[in-house]
C-alpha cells in the first residue's frame, strides 16, 4: 500500500523579536487553532494582558477569524515572549496584503523594540550601572 502524504498547506512565515525572545510565525489562513510550542494559544499566553497582546495585529485589521497561526517561540520571558509574537503576526500579514501594512504600521507593531537587558559591568556589585560608594575624604 502506498504511503500517504501529508496535505501540504500554504503558509506565511516570518519572525518577530523582542528583547531576548524570538518567535518563529506561520500564518494561515481560513479558520484553525492557533498554537504555540504545540500548545494552544490562550493556554500558552493566560490571562487579559497577554491575550490582548498577541491578538493585537488581527484586533487592528479587523481579522481576527480570518487567520490562525503556529508559533515557535524561544527565549526570553512571557512578556518578551507574546511582544515577539505580536511583531511576527504583524510582519506575516503585511507579507499576506499590502493594504495591511500602514493600520498596523500606525498601531506601532511593525517597529522592532531594539531595547535589550544591559550587560553586568566588573566592580559594580551586581548591577549594571550601580557605582561602589565613594569615601567623603
Keep these: ?12 512565515y516570518s519572525v518577530g523579536k523582542r528583547k531576548s525572545a524570538s518567535a518563529r510565525i506561520r500564518l494561515f489562513t481560513g479558520k484553525g487553532e492557533s498554537t504555540v510550542n504545540g500548545k494552544k494559544i490562550t493556554d500558552y499566553f493566560s490571562g487579559p494582558i497577554l491575550g490582548d497582546i498577541w491578538s493585537r495585529p488581527f484586533k487592528v485589521i479587523d481579522a481576527s477569524n480570518k487567520f490562525y497561526v503556529t508559533v515557535k517561540v524561544n527565549g526570553g520571558g ?53 557605582k561602589k560608594q565613594s569615601p567623603k575624604r
Design 78 to 130: 512571557k512578556m518578551g515572549q507574546v511582544e515577539a509574537v505580536a511583531h511576527g503576526i504583524a510582519r506575516a500579514l503585511t507579507k499576506q496584503k499590502e493594504e495591511f501594512k500602514k493600520p498596523l504600521k500606525d498601531a506601532g507593531l511593525l517597529k522592532r523594540d531594539s531595547r535589550i537587558r544591559e550587560r553586568r559591568k566588573v566592580g559594580t556589585g551586581g548591577k549594571a550601572r550601580r
Design 1 to 12: 500500500m502506498p504511503k500517504l502524504k501529508p496535505k501540504k498547506q500554504s503558509y506565511i
